[in-house]
């Protein structure tokens, strides 16, 4: 969840909060260092993850990870989960879930000596995604694919819900060949004075061959950065409906095939409180954005000291996921796809020949060199039909890895 990476830009609000009811009391304040936590352990038997990093500057370059701390989980029936630092992140050494009725308390000791703990938690009620729907809709002035997802609590007791996507796609690149061009380098050859030869200097020239990688069919993969939170605490029944995502008909991701993986967290209303604030603080759902500086509480708290500053939560939630694909051809049959990634796929064409304008040969070669064309075919003499890389090549903005995952 990268918004917690970006919360850490800065000490958001001063937030004092003895119940999830009662009325926040927003104060400024100058920056100062605090401990960032993200944790949420899940019924998933997986290795749990656990982020923890100090707050940092919209000058600095990113997250300031917390190394070198000892991070652990403990329940009510005396059970120890141990983690382990791996990279940017804390997993836990050995694969568990989150049962139903068990109350767990997140505890960090840092490399400083400093020992934080939160608030115990028990899981959530355990409510699937019946299932993702793509349907073509219109919002607003744009035509495109709305993304819902739809599930149901018949105990009427999961009321709120946070969620997370990640999507993915397929590119073809529209002016692909299945040739390239590279500059190929031939030695000196040194003067036979024998055969009354005087040699010849080094010299460079283009060669055209098959290509050695896919770069035609690529894939992409982003995972949602909002907050995207859903309560049907209003509603006679605990029923979802939930737009996640709406893609115009002209976005280059959907042109093909497109897939999307939910994931839907059932909250407690203290964590969905938590997060819905966090979420207010935004002009735009992003914490990229913050309306005004100053700091903000979690259920994370310093042993030592209570009034010392932490950011984050800890939560354990219950969680369903579900993934579908669609193709563009049909859900809009007949309709010219989207403009692609890159709007200028102007092929041009360059001759390969020594001498003054119009010989395009420097600019030609210096194209090849730099990979920032690409070629598309030849014709006699010595012309070349080049293109934009990104429409000849889509490996120069995405992968040519297909993901375990994907179904055509």
Known sequence: MKYFNKISLFLLLSITLTSCTEQYVFQNTDFESALVVEGTITNEV?????????????DETGPKYEKGANVFITDDQGNEYQFEEKDTVYASLTQFRAEPGRKYKLNIKTQAGKNYTSDEQTLTTETKIDNITATVERVGSETGVQINVNSFDPTNSSKYYRYEYAETYKIVAPVWSPLETTIQISPAIPPDLENDFPGAPASEYILISQRKKETETCFSTKKSEDILLNSTNDQSDDRVHFPIRFISDQNYIISHRYSIFVKQYVQNLAAYTYYKTLKDLSTSGSVLSPKQPGFFYGNIKSVENPNEKVIGYFEVSAVSSERIFFNYADLFPNKPLPPYYESDCE?????????????????????????SSTFVSFSEPWTYFMVKAACGDCTTFSSNIIPPFWID
């Open 46 to 58: 997986k290795n749990q993850i656990i982020r923890v990093s100090q707050v940092y500057q919209l």
């Open 347 to 371: 092929i041009k064409d360059y001759l390969d020949c020594p001498g003054d304008f119009p010989c395009k040969q420097a600019i030609l070669r210096s194209l090849i060199r730099t990979k």
